[in-house]
């Protein structure tokens, strides 16, 4: 694991230097004459997430605690073309009885504009049940295009995300108004293609978990029918009703049974948390 985050990590840091140097030529008054569209890059007024925040959640696989996942973000060591990046890292790892026989060791990482919540890098390295893949991807946002660690490039649409980053940025979208049927639209890069990830508004629940009773937001992602899930009623996911807009519940019917992913603990929160 160790070369193998070694070799990602300067795959990533000569990636945002590459990056760096090409925004930079971009602040020209006249960009290159070579038939490329640059995009502008965005700027967002958020407050629902900083650094220090610490997410931890417990994976039940029907009445067992089957894994812990753990989301986490942090300040970046250096920037991009004069904007601050932070940096967020997911991990996921198996459980008791789990870990004997379907071992998981799972870790994500995203680099993003803390100002835009767009990623300029992404690694992922998945370790489950003895199989494992990476994936290194670097985002040139103004060029709106993806290079992956096959050496191949991609076109992607104006502040693409990617599958953590997607996280933060959900958590911005204007949800004061939302209207139960209501369907939010997020345009992301996954395993190599473009893949919108559709959220449909359910309406406001309280719901008690363990650790206590949440105001919430429901939502049922809009995914492809016969994949894993029988249809979109089979997943639901719970998020605060509050400024932190952080999942709280997770909650999916499989076809091989149920799995529910439910927050332990909690630090670093921007908001007083909708808790009863």
Not at 26 to 43: A, C, E, F, I, Q
Not at 55 to 67: E, F, K, M, P
Not at 177 to 184: M, S
């Amino acid at each position: 694991m160790g070369g193998v985050m070694a070799r990602s990590t300067t795959f990533l840091l000569a990636g945002l230097a590459v990056l760096s140097m090409g925004f930079g030529q971009t602040k020209n008054s006249h960009p290159p004459s070579d038939g490329v569209v640059y995009n502008k890059l965005r700027d967002l007024d958020q407050n629902a997430f900083k650094p220090g925040e610490k997410l931890t959640y417990i994976v039940h696989y029907g009445w067992v605690n089957a894994g812990e996942a753990v989301v986490e973000l942090k300040e970046g060591t250096r920037d991009v073309v004069g904007r601050k990046v932070w940096v967020a890292t997911g991990t996921g790892r198996s459980l008791g009885a789990f870990n004997t026989f379907y071992k998981v060791d799972d870790h994500y990482e995203t680099h993003f504009d803390a100002k835009g919540v767009f990623p300029y890098a992404f690694i992922r390295r998945v370790s489950e049940g003895g199989y494992k893949f990476s994936q290194d991807y670097v985002y040139n946002q103004i060029k709106g295009e993806v290079t992956t660690q096959k050496k191949q490039t991609h076109k992607v649409p104006p502040s693409v995300q990617d599958m953590l980053s997607a996280f933060y940025y959900a958590r911005t979208l204007d949800l004061a108004h939302a209207k139960k049927g209501d369907v939010f639209t997020i345009e992301t890069f996954l395993d190599d293609e473009i893949w919108p990830l559709r959220m449909k508004y359910v309406g406001k629940e309280t719901i008690k978990l363990r650790t206590g009773k949440y105001r919430c937001m429901k939502f049922q992602p809009v995914v492809q029918e016969g994949r894993i899930f029988k249809d979109n009623d089979d997943l639901n996911v719970w998020i605060t009703d509050d400024g932190n807009r952080i999942p709280v519940l997770a909650q999916a019917k499989v076809l091989v049974g149920s799995i529910k992913m439910e927050l332990s603990a909690y630090e670093g929160l921007s908001h007083p948390i909708a808790k009863e």
